[in-house]
Each structure stands twice: as C-alpha cells, then as structure tokens.
C-alpha cells in the first residue's frame, strides 16, 4: 500500500438515507410477517424475511461499515465469513434433514 | 543501531523485560518455554498410559486414573502443543524476517496471545481440582454433560486458548499482507509463509466456531440448557458437528506449518531450488480451503445420515491431492540435488517417510464402509499419531535444530542431534506400527484394559515409547550442550537463501540494519 | 478544546496510512470471528427451527413483538449515530463527535433496558432455559425454544455490553485529543464492531420474533 490514496468521506445526507431505508425495510418486514397477515407466504415467510434481512444487513455493511469504499481485499476478507458459515449450514442441514427422512 | 555484538537477547535484561516484551522474537522463545514445558507433561501423561497397557489389567493405575491420563495428554498435546507449537514458536520469530518487517503487525496483540495461552492453560489445569475430566479431548456429550464438572474448567480454558490462536492467525495474516518489504511479492515468499498463511486462515475462520462451542457446552453443564441434551430434544449429534467443523481443520493448523518448515528443510539441505514452488504454495490453500467440507468423515458411526456420510466420504479424499502434490515436490527437489544429512533433514525425510504411512492410513478410514471397521480401534490412534507426532512433531524437531544457531547465536553437536533422531524415529515407528495391528485385530481404542491376545503387541508398543522418551531426553541435552559450548554460530551456518540467514545471528532488536529489498524468488540455489 | 495530539506510526509500519490500513484489516478479520460464532448458534437455531415448527411457533407466541421492532429502531439509530461519530471525526469536529457517540451510547443503554424487562417478564412466567423450565406449557420440547432465545440474546446483549465499553473508551480518547482529521484508526474500529452487533440483531429479530 505504498500509493497514497484520499479516504472516502460519506456525506451526512448519504448517512440520513441510509437509515431511513433501513427503518423501511423494517416496517417491510414486520408487516409483511405473520403479525398481520397482511400476505400470506406460509413456508416461504421464513426465506421472505431471511432476503429482507439481508438486504438490511448489506446496506448497513456497504454503507455504515464503509465496505462499498473499502478495498477489495477487505470485501473479500468480510464477505468469506458468510460463505463459511452457509458450508457449515449446507452440511449440517444435509445430514440433519435426510436423516429425518431418508427418501429425500 | 546498537553496539556491536548487540542482539535481540540482551538488548534488555531482566524477567520484566521478558514479560512485557513486545518484540516478536522474545515473544517467541517464551512460547518456547511453554510449549516444551506443556510438551512433557503431555509427554509423561503418554509414558504413563503406555505403561499401564504393557500389561492386562490394572497394573500402575486404576480405569479412572487412566481415563484422566489419557484426556490430559490429548487436551494438553492438541491444545498446548502443537496447535501453538510451530506456528507460534517459529512462526512468530521468522515470519517477519522472512518477509522483511520489523515485527508482526500487531506486537500488543501478539503478546496478548501469550498470556491468552498462559491463562487458558493454567484454567484447563485446574480442572485437576475438580477430579480430573475423563471425556478425553474431544468432550463428547453426554460424557462431557454426566460426568466430572472439571469439564467446565477443562473446556473454557480451551476456549481462551482458541482467542489466543485466533489474535495469532490474524496477526499473521495482517503481516503477512501489509508488512512485505519492497520486491517481496506473494511470489517471491518462503513456502513457509505460504503455510503460516494457510493456517492462519484456518484458524480465524474455524476456531470461532470451537468457542461457541464450548460455551454452548459450559451453558449445557451450568445451565442445563439442553442443546445437545436429547432428553430435552437436543442433538448430541449436533454436537459433534459443531465440534469436528473446528477440529477438522485444526488437524491442517497442526499440519500445514509442519509442512512449511519441510519445504524449507528439504530445498536448504538438498541445495536445490524446491521443485514446485507454485504448486507447494497452492496446495497449502487447497488443503485449507478443502479442510471445511470433510468433517462428516469423524462421524460415520454416531448416527449421522447415511447420506451425509457418502458425501464427506468422497469429500475426504480429496485431501489426498494436495497432500501427495506437496510429497511428489518434496522428493523432486531431492532428485539429483546435493543432499547433506545433517539432523535438520533427517527429520525432514523421517516426515516423508512416516507421514506417507499417516496419509495413506487416512485414506483408509476415509472410505466410510472401511470405517465401520477401523472406528474408535487403535487404527484409528495409529493414524494420527503418524501424522501428528510423526508429522508435527518431526518437523518441529527439524525446525528446532534448524533454526538453533539462528535463534540462539550458538551452534550444537550434530552428532547428539543425530543420535536424537535415531531414537525417535525408531521409537516411533515401533510404538505406533503394532498399534495399526491392534486396531485391525479390533482393540479398542481408549480403554485402560484389553484381552490377553492383545499383550504382546502392547508391550512391543510400550517399549518403543520409552525408545522415544530416550531420543527427546537426547534432543533437549543436545539444545543445553550447545548453551553451556557456546561455540558461536555464522551468519548462515547451512547455506541457506532465505531472509532470516542473511542477517546476523541472533538478529537484532529490530532485524534489518535498513528495511531489505528483494528481486526474486526465495530459493535460487542453482 | 485541549490541544490535539499528532499520532506517530509505530516504527514496524512505513507511514500512518499504512498502520490505519493494517489495523482495520485486523479488525475485518476480528469481525470474520464474530460473525462465525453468531452464524454458528444462529444455525443450531434454524436447525431446531425446521426441525420442530410447532415447538418454535410455540416459543414465539411468548415473545412481543413491539418490543423487538423497537429495539430495532434503536439498533439502528445508534448505528446512523455510530457513523456519524465518525464522519464528526473526520471532519475535526470532536464535540459532535462526542455528542454522537454519546447517544449511541444512550442507544446501547435503553436496548439493555428493554431487554431487562423482556427478561424479567419472562423469567417471572417461569420460561427458562432447558431443565429450569417451570412453564405450566406443555408443548413438546419449549424449553430448547427457550434455550436458544436466552443464549442467542444473551451472546448479542453481551457484545452491546462490550460495545459500550468500548464507545466510553472512545469518547475518552476523543476528550484527550487522541483522534482527529489525520487519525481515527480506534473510532472507526469500534465502530465497525458496533455495526456488527447491529448485523446480528439484523438477522435475531424476523428470526426469533417474527417468522412462525
């Protein structure tokens, strides 16, 4: 990292939107959840509010956490923990649910 | 910079300066000093287990004496042993030089990580207080949820000792990415930082998921939370996954620096440029990378689905390809190189040797329909002690040797480094072989008592542990005799290309006279 | 204003862009830790949550969900805040800084709050975890329920604790005249720390109180 290089500073607008795009997708989710029954998704409320949630947490990772502006190596470095974590959940959910029920 | 004749040992005197030091190369010979005071209780909690199998029958000790013996050597080996063994020893005091820095990135967080594993350790110890812990180190439950609550003390003490191994792999892999001198590109460094980096990966990623672990488990036996309690619905099960998703690839953090040190042993002292670099170097991320998906292969037979058991299967053997890459490399760059048979590179070619029988017994208890058979025999303790002992602990003898004059600024009789390995090479091979025997005959492993038809080949095995105890007890007069000689050490005693051997030895305070710069690759021998 | 200090790089580093670039390195891997262990437990839940619906659905009628969207909400206000602190700064205003850290504090403070009456409450009905289960409910399994909502909340209320800490030690440090326009280094360490802490509620709130 010889090269210098101006460290991005986010406006205090950017900041604002931000948080009001989470607040948003927040009433989103509660309303879209069973609490109301506003739509009813059965089973798939679970991946429903799992893709809500993630977009919330990408927003504050890009922006509150400053990765949108941050190097690559970062990105990598960060993001590789999910990948990690969703291996571990693949195997144990593939021997948790066949064994449960073998046909599957 | 300094007085002449200055080093990094006596810059500063006093213990005050020893334990507070933040100069990764002090911080490295207290890791020295703890590693090998933990290694031979490790080592007298082995002689005994050995002992008491010599014969059928409660011969030295009682099954509960026995029980503790035998989960004190496995946490103490695992987890103060050779889990900071190499990496934290070696790696700590040659990483930076390697690359060209001037310390590891993080020098306070380095020094945290040694009192992380002071403490950690002294927790673990104290379970002693609380009648022992007889699970062995895995902690299974519901042994680990029924029996003694030393488990408490024994698992939150390897939970500290797992930040202490976590704050070291990020401190390597930040050094590793920010601290390279100038022309030291990814390319251009020793396959020993390769493997540091590798593990380093393994243990920020994978030792997380120990900890909560653990915690889960001291919650299940404060709280009674149930997690893994199936009389309250839990999983034991479960619990096994959380386990072996660390424990799997903490078998590859004892491994991989292992490796490193062989690349390194084998191109110095074959004075060939190593065979492979790219391929070495890869290889070590493969077995990192694969290490994640193959911890089913612990878990044939306690119940996993059927199905998960053929994938992990198939999985496991994938760990064969990078392994045998970097074994084929190893003995290409001996071909038709110039090879000295100093004790560093007899420990190298030992490794070759009995680390091939652990790989291809692997490959063995790999093949899930094999398993059935070999599972929880002494097959199974054969196996990871030729690649644990025979694996790590050769190498960590190698690097020893290796790196003395380096560290210590002295050098030492090669002749007792020699005779060193003689002994524990054939202690090895004759403690562990017969144990391969045992196993496919069906003894089982972990218990304090067998059959009759069992002695024979127990007593072969017992006695080549004491061939062993001879060879370290050999191995540490070796390291005294070069102190109280005092015959100093050249900068570059083996002939070796890489950084550390071109700066004085012992190095000073801070390594480099000025920050070095390099243009090519570490082992330009010829 | 007390005089501001100008930082010296350690002398292992080439400049104080490269000591700033290393340390928040550090810290993104210190992160890739947390979210392992969360991930983990997190997954332990999802497990349980598939594998017995009926005890989850159970479990989570018990839990209110005003109070978890309005934890939420305070989350998330204190992250806007948390990054605000550091936009202050950067900027060399070390009051706003101050007065934004100090209601991310204030944030830390009323989520514990809540999460003591939560607690209190539900301590009071008896809903424990595993064998101190002494609900008159009889579903199949409630107390693992119970088991995972007190081990996830209590690793995440631990980490605000944490969190906390970290925020007054920072806004010390900013008092001392340690921070400023030409180094933030801790400030914006602890504040990726806090929006993590942020991340994981992100995740606990559909899960533990919303989805049946």
């Given at each position: 990292m010889s090269e210098h290089h101006e460290h991005h500073l986010m406006s205090f607008k950017t900041h604002i939107n931000v948080f009001v795009a989470l607040i948003v997708l927040t009433v989103v989710t509660v309303l879209l959840s069973s609490k109301f029954g506003l739509v009813d998704f059965g089973k798939a409320g679970l991946l429903v509010a799992l893709l809500i949630a993630t977009a919330k947490a990408a927003i504050v990772m890009g922006w509150f956490m400053h990765l949108k502006y941050d190097g690559m190596m970062n990105r990598v470095i960060f993001l590789s923990s999910f990948f990690f974590l969703v291996l571990f959940i693949f195997f144990c959910l593939l021997d948790i649910l066949t064994r449960i029920n073998p046909r599957l | 910079m300094g007085a002449a004749g200055e080093n990094y040992i006596n810059c500063a005197k006093g213990l005050k300066s020893w334990l507070i030091t933040l100069d990764h190369k002090r911080i490295a010979i207290l890791y020295v000093i703890s590693v090998l005071t933990f290694f031979f209780v490790g080592g007298i909690a082995a002689l005994g287990i050995r002992l008491e199998l010599f014969s059928p029958g409660p011969d030295v000790m009682n099954a509960d004496t026995y029980n503790q013996f035998m989960t004190f050597h496995g946490a103490i080996m695992v987890f103060m042993v050779i889990i900071p063994g190499i990496p934290a020893i070696f790696g700590n005091f040659f990483l930076p030089i390697m690359i060209g820095a001037k310390d590891v990135a993080f020098p306070r967080l380095n020094l945290l990580s040694w009192y992380l594993l002071m403490f950690g350790a002294i927790v673990s110890i104290s379970s002693l207080l609380f009648n022992g812990v007889d699970t062995g180190w895995t902690f299974y439950t519901p042994y680990s949820i029924k029996g003694s609550a030393g488990v408490i003390n024994m698992t939150l003490g390897a939970f500290i000792m797992g930040m202490s191994s976590v704050l070291t792999g990020l401190n390597f892999i930040v050094t590793i990415h920010k601290l390279r001198c100038p022309g030291m590109t990814m390319k251009n460094i020793p396959l020993f930082v390769w493997a540091l980096y590798s593990t380093a990966i393994i243990q920020v990623l994978a030792t997380p998921v120990l900890g909560i672990t653990l915690l889960l488990l001291v919650a299940e036996r404060v709280m009674?939370?149930?997690?893994?309690?199936p009389a309250l619905g839990g999983d034991p099960v479960l619990y096994q996954h959380f386990f072996w998703f660390y424990s799997h690839p903490a078998v590859y953090i004892m491994i991989l620096p292992a490796m490193g040190v062989i690349s390194e042993l084998i191109t110095t002292y074959s004075k060939k440029t190593i065979f492979g670099y790219t391929a070495i170097a890869y290889s070590s991320l493969a077995i990192a990378a694969v290490s994640f998906f193959v911890w089913g292969h612990h878990m044939f037979v306690s119940g996993q689905s059927e199905v998960a058991g053929i994938v992990f299967s198939f999985l496991t053997m994938l760990v064969g390809v990078p392994t045998a890459i970097k074994t084929f490399n190893w003995v290409a760059t001996m071909y038709k190189g110039s090879v000295t048979l100093k004790s560093s590179m007899l420990f190298a070619m030992g490794f070759i040797f009995v680390f091939t029988i652990g790989g291809v017994t692997g490959i063995m208890l790999a093949t899930a329909g094999m398993d059935v058979h070999f599972h929880d025999t002494y097959f199974v303790v054969a196996h990871f002690h030729y690649v644990m002992v025979g694996g790590t602990l050769f190498a960590l003898m190698g690097a020893i040797y290796h790196w003395y004059p380096k560290m210590y600024g002295y050098m030492y009789n090669e002749l007792l480094a020699k005779l060193s390995f003689v002994f524990i090479f054939i202690g090895f091979n004759v403690t562990f072989f017969p144990q391969f025997i045992l196993g496919a005959n069906g003894m089982p492993r972990r218990y304090f008592d067998y059959i009759p038809e069992y002695t024979e080949l127990n007593r072969i095995s017992t006695m080549g542990s004491w061939l062993i105890a001879i060879g370290f007890v050999i191995g540490l007069v070796t390291i005294i005799q070069g102190f109280i000689r005092k015959e100093k050490a050249p900068a570059n005693p083996w002939g070796?290309?890489?950084?550390?051997?071109?700066?004085?030895?012992?190095?000073?305070?801070?390594?480099?006279?000025s920050t070095p710069s390099v243009s090519g690759g570490p082992y330009e021998y010829r | 204003m007390s005089t501001v200090k100008t930082h010296k790089h350690a002398f292992h580093f080439d400049s104080a862009d490269h000591e700033y670039e290393s340390s928040k390195q550090g810290v993104w891997l210190f992160m890739v830790t947390e979210v392992l262990m969360f991930g983990a437990l997190l997954m332990g839940y999802m497990i349980f949550k598939v594998t017995m619906p009926e005890t989850a659905r159970a479990g989570a009628e018990y839990l209110s969900w005003q109070f978890g969207a309005f934890n939420t909400v305070v989350l998330l206000f204190s992250s806007l805040t948390m990054a605000l602190g550091i936009y202050y700064i950067r900027l060399d205003k070390r009051k706003a800084a101050q007065i934004s850290l100090g209601l991310t504090l204030l944030c830390g403070l009323i989520f514990m709050c809540v999460k003591y009456i939560e607690y209190t409450s539900k301590i009071s009905h008896g809903l424990l975890p595993g064998a101190m289960f002494t609900n008159a409910n009889e579903t199949v399994n409630l107390p693992l329920y119970f088991s995972f909502y007190y081990c996830l909340t209590g690793l995440h209320g631990l980490h605000v604790l944490i969190g906390m800490g970290l925020i007054a030690w920072i806004m010390i440090r900013i008092g001392k005249g340690h921070y400023g326009s030409n180094h933030w280094t801790g400030v914006e360490g602890v504040g990726i720390f806090w929006h993590l802490v942020d991340l994981v509620w992100i995740y606990l709130f559909p899960l533990l109180y919303l989805v049946e």
């Open positions: - | 009674g939370i149930g997690i893994f309690d070796s290309k890489t950084l550390e051997w071109t700066i004085q030895s012992p190095p000073t305070h801070h390594n480099f006279e | -």
